[in-house]
């Protein structure tokens, strides 16, 4: 095993770590445990980190090209954010959420293929890194809005017909939910935009035009539109709660599909083919 | 020396006779000392509430005992007997220690985990102490018990969940918003169960009191004891929904006071911030349609009455580990109990000076180089003398004190003094031959 592999196998036991202690933690009611969950997190996260250091070193140049550096990049920038959206709102809850979906991507990244490539030329420029950045940054934030709403449904749910089953206890106040849910709007908006107009920027370079209606860059305007008409309703007509949760979730689904769906469906300039080759 | 209680609860007895056995908390003294001066009884503590009226009592004597406190709470209360003995009960031993560390969890409560109950054995505890009725075993007991309430509160969710309908509304508001303390509440007529939730409220940090009322005098003397409460009149409360996150509705009215169509305009002119409306009146003041929109949630008493219950059965199924904590605590201080017996104690104590006897010589002879045999010989049989001359007054005071009423404390005195470990470890040890001798 070289460096490179202990260090992705390492964050994803520690992810899985970190997942059962946020379970024991939300199951068994032992907050002890949701914090020793979070600080394995964050190891979890730097060593990860050190992971696309190596990567970035041994392949001289961004370490997201293929479907495996891919899921693993998410599931890093998930961790980041989540642990970042902690330190305002210590939900533990998020973290049963973060954690386990984390582990999931890094499960799927250990089962795809994994060779570290020469980079294909038109993948040296600068504005590669930043495109994928933003754009990964983004897809977590969302995610992450994506739990609170699915939170914020089952909450409202139990709260409306008036029957509490043993989640209830667990989760936090449908206010907090949708703070985290406008946070992660008013955050992952704008990364989002950055992400596409770097995306369109180096396109030009590489390609010699800003937008090409590839599928993926499709499916990203629509899901761009759609998070732009929710921050919009919240905004003016004060959209919130509910409806704000049911958006974010329809926003992820599309999101997912647009990360994920196009590539392996639809095709196009953005695949995982198209850089290695 | 064994823990005895004697008394009765409301499991047990209607209140038409708790109300006759209980001790008026300003005249403890009386009741403390007749209880002392009993014959079989040792130590005693006096446990007094409208829920339960126990008296905790160390003794060496059982049986007796037992009988002491019956005839004595009978002869105090002037209850005959017959009709009395019918609601007590007794217990003794182990049966004792774990009934008292049931009660002081909470587990034997009316309203299981109910937080008062420790509070009110720690103020008997206080009598106990001011009129000197409890001793070594009472003290450590009643100490013990304190601390397990403690860890049976933390360890366990049992007192976790509102079982009170006016607590069961403030914790469903804390599921709606994250915090109370700027948020607005409405009363809207004066039910008593709302007043109490408003009150509830408020100590939970809500910001603001608004109170409407047909008539208004009385919205103005209600809203007056609130701080900072706000008079609104009958006729215009609806205008001031909009600014109100919580309402709190018992009105007598035939028909509904706020229609579904209102709650509607007013969480749009909210910007749909939520609303928590809990309906307590029968019949209903709120449309029940109301619960349906978006962003409103509607409470009637039925509803809060469901919330109460299902929290219930929750703590019963919490009581469940805290029983296991008790047992693990029962079988401790039974260890210590049994640590108070004379003979372990004498051996616990010569082992001990034995100890020091055995490394005190062992470090002068290394020091003397050159000793002969019999000067070795010698030495140890001086230090041998040494620690049976000081153990002989106080191996047959404690033997003669095995008999006297104050035994435990010179057990204990000489367990504290000379730092013996009072645990089963002490208790193996003993059983080990002592292999110096």
């Keep these: 095993m070289n460096i490179l592999s202990v260090l992705f196998y390492a964050a994803l036991v520690i992810y899985f770590l970190a997942s059962t202690f946020y379970l024991v933690d939300m199951i068994g009611k032992k907050p002890q445990a949701g914090k020793i969950g979070r600080w394995i997190l964050v190891v979890g996260v730097v060593l990860h980190a050190a992971s696309f250091g190596v990567r970035h070193a041994t392949a001289g140049g961004t370490p997201v090209t293929t479907l495996h550096e891919s899921l693993s990049f998410f599931a890093w920038c998930l961790v980041l954010l989540y642990l970042l959206l902690d330190l305002r709102f210590r939900m533990t809850v998020m973290g049963a959420f973060a954690a386990p979906l984390a582990f999931l991507l890094m499960l799927g990244s250990a089962l795809s293929p994994d060779m570290v490539v020469q980079l294909n030329p038109m993948l040296r420029s600068w504005l590669f890194p930043v495109h994928i950045a933003f754009a990964f940054l983004g897809n977590a934030t969302f995610a992450l809005a994506f739990g609170a709403g699915v939170m914020y449904l089952v909450q409202d749910r139990m709260l409306k017909s008036k029957r509490f089953t043993g989640i209830y206890q667990l989760l936090p106040s449908l206010d907090s939910l949708d703070k985290v849910n406008y946070t992660c709007l008013s955050v992952g908006f704008p990364l989002m935009t950055l992400g596409i107009i770097s995306g369109a920027f180096w396109a030009n370079t590489v390609w010699g035009t800003y937008w090409s209606w590839d599928p993926k860059e499709t499916w990203a305007l629509i899901t761009w539109f759609l998070y732009a008409g929710l921050l919009h309703g919240r905004l003016t007509v004060g959209w919130r709660g509910r409806k704000a949760a049911i958006f974010a979730i329809i926003g992820f689904l599309f999101l997912l599909f647009t990360y994920l769906g196009v590539n392996l469906l639809l095709g196009g300039q953005h695949t995982f083919d198209a850089f290695t080759n | 020396m064994d823990i005895v209680v004697v008394g009765l609860s409301h499991k047990t007895a209607p209140v038409e006779i708790r109300e006759k056995v209980a001790f008026a908390p300003t ?405 080990e031959p002592l292999d110096d001798q």
């Design chain 2, 27 to 431: 005249e403890m003294e009386a009741p403390s000392q007749q209880m002392m001066a009993l014959p079989a009884i040792s130590e005693g503590v006096i446990v007094s509430t409208c829920n339960r009226v126990e008296l905790y009592a160390a003794s060496r004597n059982i049986e007796a005992a037992i009988i002491e406190l019956k005839n004595f709470m009978s002869e105090y209360h002037k209850i005959p007997s017959d009709i009395l003995n019918e609601h007590l009960y007794e217990y003794e031993g182990e049966a004792a220690i774990r009934h008292v560390l049931r009660v002081a969890s909470s587990l034997d409560s009316m309203v299981i985990g109910e937080p008062q109950i420790l509070g009110q054995i720690k103020t008997a505890y206080g009598y106990a102490t001011e009129f000197k009725t409890a001793g070594v075993i009472l003290n450590r007991f009643l100490h013990k018990a304190f601390s397990v309430a403690k860890r049976v509160r933390t360890e366990t969710a049992i007192a976790s969940s509102a079982v009170s309908v006016s607590f069961a509304a403030v914790e469903l508001a804390r599921k709606i918003f994250d915090t109370l303390e700027d948020k607005t509440v409405m009363l809207i007529g004066a039910g008593e169960m709302c007043e109490l939730a408003a009150k509830h409220f408020v100590n939970n940090g809500v910001a603001r009191v608004m109170v409407t009322n047909r008539t208004f005098a009385r919205a103005e003397k209600l809203a007056a004891e609130f701080e900072g409460g706000i008079p609104v009149s009958f006729e215009n409360f609806r205008e001031q929904l909009h600014r109100v996150d919580i309402v709190l509705s018992s009105t007598g009215a035939p028909d509904y006071v706020l229609e579904a169509k209102k709650v509607k305009e007013v969480i749009k002119s909210r910007r749909h911030k939520p609303m928590f409306m809990i309906d307590i009146a029968v019949p209903r003041d709120i449309d029940p349609l109301a619960g349906k929109i978006d962003g409103v949630y509607l409470y009637d008493v039925d509803d809060l009455q469901g919330v109460v219950q299902a929290n219930l059965k929750e703590r019963e199924k919490e009581a469940a580990k805290a029983e296991k904590i008790i047992d693990g605590e029962i079988v401790q201080f039974q260890k210590w109990m049994s640590s108070l017996q004379v003979k372990p104690t004498i051996v616990a104590l010569r082992r001990q000076l034995d100890e020091v006897r055995k490394v005190e010589v062992e470090k002068t002879l290394s020091n003397l180089n050159g000793l002969g045999k019999k000067e070795q010989k010698a030495i140890e049989a001086m230090a041998n003398a040494i620690v049976n001359k000081i153990l002989h007054h106080p191996t047959n005071i404690l033997k003669q004190a095995q008999n006297g009423s104050d035994g435990d404390l010179y057990i204990d005195a000489v367990r504290t003094l000379f730092d013996l470990p009072e645990n089963t470890d002490a208790q193996q040890q003993i059983a």
